[in-house]
């Protein structure tokens, strides 16, 4: 008994504690969508514990094949995992929890649903090249490990984009990808660019210039007429 008590006793002095739980990841993947313009992501879902699950997003449409500078993310949603809905997400600023996830009907996003929402429009997006994290809590366990990646093994994440490229007015785009794959790409482009596009100030001097002598080339016509 002593020696056990002095085992403990040395194991404490050396900081030795039982092991605690590592977060473990759920579900990775990335991929590009949207119904008018393409938008593109990746992310990491990590189980922390029985109650709480993290969603680790960033907005890669900066890159190619979106090459969009201007998108922002303004909602999201994790579909089709059969555990009860979180009853509430820790604090991210200019964001909400959704528990309803409304916005991604007739998308194909399945239920059990949940996400987050700006509370602001594209103020507090996620934009193009930047990431947060997302935890929810939920009311009741989701189970061990294993359990919960049975329960997130079809997950699919629902994304709007709010911000359209250059020249565009097509606003929202939305779509939604499954959770567990890398690279795919189920977006259809249906917004076109405007080409009204202003011409620049030295274009128009440019142009301006050429006329000039056009102009003197008709006066010296017109007078010669008249002579």
Same mark, same amino acid.
Request: charged share 5%; hydrophobic share 40%.
């Given at each position: 008994?002593?020696?056990?008590?002095?085992?403990?006793?040395?194991?404490?002095?050396?900081?030795?504690?039982?092991?605690?739980?590592?977060?473990?990841?759920?579900?990775?993947?990335?991929?590009?969508?949207?119904?008018?313009?393409?938008?593109?992501?990746?992310?990491?879902?990590?189980?922390?514990?029985?109650?709480?699950?993290?969603?680790?997003?960033?907005?890669?449409?900066?890159?190619?094949?979106?090459?969009?500078?201007?998108?922002?993310?303004?909602?999201?949603?994790?579909?089709?995992?059969?555990?009860?809905?979180?009853?509430?997400?820790?604090?991210?600023?200019?964001?909400?929890?959704?528990?309803?996830?409304?916005?991604?009907?007739?998308?194909?996003?399945?239920?059990?649903?949940?996400?987050?929402? #700006?509370? !602001?429009?594209?103020?507090?997006? $996620?934009? =193009?090249? &930047? /990431?947060? +994290?997302?935890?929810? *809590?939920?009311?009741?366990?989701?189970?061990?490990?294993?359990?919960?990646?049975?329960?997130?093994?079809?997950?699919?994440?629902?994304?709007?984009?709010?911000?359209?490229?250059?020249?565009? #007015?097509? !606003?929202?785009?939305?779509?939604? $990808?499954? =959770?567990? &794959? /890398?690279? +795919?790409?189920?977006? *259809?482009?249906?917004?076109?660019?405007?080409?009204?596009?202003?011409?620049?100030?030295?274009?128009?001097?440019?142009?301006?210039?050429?006329?000039?002598?056009?102009?003197?080339?008709?006066?010296?016509?017109?007078?010669?007429?008249?002579?």
């Amino acid at each position: 008994m002593r020696r056990l008590i002095g085992y403990v006793g040395l194991a404490t002095l050396l900081g030795i504690a039982p092991a605690a739980a590592h977060a473990q990841t759920l579900f990775t993947g990335s991929g590009c969508s949207g119904n008018t313009f393409l938008f593109c992501g990746s992310w990491t879902a990590t189980y922390i514990d029985a109650t709480h699950v993290s969603l680790f997003l960033t907005n890669t449409s900066q890159n190619a094949p979106a090459s969009n500078a201007n998108s922002a993310f303004t909602a999201f949603a994790i579909g089709n995992v059969t555990v009860g809905d979180p009853i509430s997400m820790v604090p991210v600023v200019g964001w909400q929890f959704d528990a309803n996830v409304n916005g991604f009907n007739g998308f194909g996003l399945l239920e059990n649903q949940f996400g987050a929402i #700006t509370t !602001n429009g594209t103020n507090n997006a $996620l934009t =193009a090249g &930047t /990431s947060s +994290s997302f935890s929810f *809590t939920f009311g009741s366990s989701i189970g061990t490990f294993g359990q919960a990646s049975t329960a997130f093994s079809g997950a699919q994440l629902a994304i709007r984009d709010q911000g359209a490229p250059v020249g565009s #007015t097509c !606003n929202p785009s939305q779509g939604v $990808l499954p =959770a567990n &794959t /890398s690279g +795919s790409n189920n977006g *259809t482009v249906t917004c076109v660019p405007s080409l009204n596009v202003a011409p620049e100030p030295a274009t128009i001097a440019l142009v301006a210039t050429g006329l000039i002598p056009l102009v003197a080339f008709a006066r010296r016509r017109r007078t010669a007429a008249l002579t």
